[in-house]
């Protein structure tokens, strides 16, 4: 089975412009992505995929494989998509871009869930971890996921899901790590739908599938680091950095 993580890169993002270019410890976070997901030894090929010129010459320049993208996408799904077309390869994972504290643990976890024969019947699957903060899950930033007792999506939204009605009840609350894994032949079809409305309301890309009758198989993982959306999210980051001396994790 060939193995390919593709990570989308987008210069202009719309909440923190450049972020993937912002220096994380001494090097930019789009560095850490690529070198860290190149580091656990997991795919046959890792491949940036941008619409920018300076994206492309930070990996390239640091001996790393970049591609331009040649058409305007509404999601990193769409871009990879593009890149993946004419290549001959079995599982896309899609690590986006703002995720530098990937490693190989979880990774592992992911693509183990397409193996055997129930795992043949999983074309898209995906990682959550377990939110605690109420800070957190109230912040529209962080995606929340409610699953099914067979850890299969059942909705993702930037609002507060489950919503706590019964306050005799606590529920869990999983935040929506951005880092997919696909059948090729899934990723190309998702291309083929259009923007579905949930997705087009709560710009969330894997919403598509679930409105495509597609659930997402979740997978459960230890803490991951910190996505970075937002400024103060890069301030985490250079803490959690410092703290821990956070590198490539085995």
Not at 25 to 46: M, P, Q, S
Not at 96 to 106: A, I, L, R, Y
Request: glycine share 6%; aromatic share 8%.
């Amino acid at each position: 089975m060939k193995i390919a993580a593709m990570i989308p890169a987008r210069y202009a993002a719309s909440r923190f412009p450049a972020k993937l270019m912002q220096v994380l410890g001494d090097k930019t976070v789009i560095r850490h992505t690529y070198e860290n997901t190149v580091a656990t030894g997991l795919f046959d090929e890792v491949l940036v995929v941008t619409d920018s010129d300076i994206i492309f010459q930070e990996i390239a320049s640091h001996g790393g494989k970049a591609k331009m993208s040649g058409l305007q996408h509404e999601s990193g799904s769409d871009r990879i998509a593009e890149a993946v077309a004419d290549m001959e390869v079995d599982i896309v994972v899609n690590v986006q871009g703002d995720e530098p504290f990937v490693n190989k643990h979880p990774l592992e976890k992911l693509l183990s869930v397409f193996e055997g024969e129930d795992g043949k019947k999983v074309q898209v699957a995906s990682m959550i971890q377990t939110l605690r903060e109420k800070k957190f899950i109230e912040d529209p930033n962080y995606v929340k996921v409610v699953v099914d007792r067979n850890m299969n999506s059942l909705l993702f939204s930037r609002s507060v899901i489950p919503y706590p009605r019964n306050s005799n009840f606590t529920p869990h609350y999983y935040e929506h790590i951005g880092i997919y894994a696909f059948r090729k032949e899934a990723l190309i079809q998702f291309t083929k739908w259009p923007i579905s409305p949930l997705e087009a309301s709560e710009k969330i890309e894997c919403l598509r599938y679930l409105e495509n009758g597609i659930p997402l198989k979740m997978v459960l993982v230890d803490y991951m680091g910190v996505e970075i959306d937002t400024p103060e999210d890069l301030e985490r980051a250079a803490k959690l950095l410092q703290k821990d001396g956070w590198g490539q994790a085995s």
